[in-house]
């Protein structure tokens, strides 16, 4: 009988992907997957260190998953970010932790669990790969049968070294993927049906794979199969005339663009290391919507950070209203290890807890309508769906995304993989809703709608 592994996901896209890229490494040497962690034989988490409630959570588990430890004999692993940050403290804080492992060392799995496993030794392996050396993971397209759609990494990294932020530390300095090897992994993606994908790293549209981001883009929308290509996450520097143009020439380019400007004050993003104003951001942002009118905009904005007076909280209420987003991920302020912000914090002054949620809270607010304003222009509109399965709220019902990424969850009984048209009867902040129309396309292939991924418990 197979040993049985269980991944817990936490953080962005990157960790998902790097999740699947785990789960072949362990295939590869007898495990199967379940959605259990009481019967694992292996338990791995897979972290993000970005916020210092995403470790809260990571360490919350692992007291959860130490159980299993005590009853069952589990080995417990410790991936992703915090494992590259922490290295050997976690074994020091966490007993009944067996082995620890950074991004770079995933296709080290198998050599990790047989030195655990033979020499009876816990393992550190966070190394660094130098860039020139770096080899992507090539990904299994079988992991992704039955998927609508599906993350393909084209680098990794990133040089900005922004004040806030821990990820240099964390996931090492900018590597692209040769755009060979991205372009035939989404080929190999189509061919199992596949039919959106989004080209992910820390800062995409940095990317230098041997044709610059836009071009990488292009030629992704010319990939038999594809019906659509998306991205993440972007840094403002990097926008562009020649994606914007991208954006206007080729229409598979999805209409969204993450484009996190993190705060509407001056003096912030100075502070934040974030080399453009306000009023740069917002030209950029006119230009790309001069493009591509449909286009869909959401961001990421820090509540919060060290010496953000209410002055400067209001000016980003203001971006927030003049940007009119249609999402937004917004949190507080957490100082993180090794990062500029918390060297420079005294200095700067700390902006207290109390404070940052209640900022939170309004921008928050703001947004909620401003969502509901943008999504409750869709009512009465048809719009194109591509349906990724079962609504989630509701088995009954359908469930998939716009072009513009905007959530629908409709009446019908159109096949996962297949576009539809959906007559949107009701809007809320969050998502939209309505009955399907005529079919566009169908599904390239029969998808299997049951849950593919009963391992990736994500958080």
Known sequence: MSKRYFIHTFGCQMNVNDTLRMSEALKSVGYAATADF???DLIVLNTCAIREKAEDKMHSALGRYRQVKLSRGALIGVGGCVAQQEKSKLLERSPWVDFVFGPDAIGNLPQILERVGQDRVRVVDTAWVDSEEYVFPRADAETSRGK????????KGCDNVCAFCVVPHTRGREVSRPFVDVLDEVARLTRVGVREV?????????????????????RTCEVPGVERVRFTTSHPHDLSDELIEAFKVQPKIAPHFHLPVQ??????????RRDYTVAEYLERLARLRAARPDIAVTTDIIVGFPGETEA????????????KYDGQFSFVYSARP??????????????PH??????????????????????SQNVGKTLEVLVEGRSKTDAARRFGRTP???????????????LVEVKIERASASSLGGVQGRMLSPAPVKIDEAPADAELCVA
């Open 38 to 40: 009481e019967r694992a």
């Open 148 to 155: 609508v759609t599906e993350f393909v990494t084209i680098m």
């Open 198 to 218: 989004t080209l992910i790293g820390q800062n995409v549209n940095s990317y230098l794979g041997g044709i610059s981001f836009a071009q990488m883009l292009l």
């Open 263 to 272: 705060s509407g004050s001056d003096d912030v993003l100075k502070r934040m």
């Open 312 to 323: 400067d909280f209001e000016k980003t209420l203001q971006l927030t209203e003049a940007a």
């Open 338 to 351: 090794k990062t500029a912000a918390l060297l420079k914090e005294a200095e700067w002054g700390v902006v």
């Open 354 to 375: 109390e404070q940052k949620v209640e900022r939170l809270d309004r921008l928050q607010a703001l947004q909620k309508r401003i969502s509901l304003e943008l999504n």
């Open 404 to 418: 513009q990424n905007r959530t629908v969850n409709f009446d019908g009984d159109a096949p996962a993989g297949a």
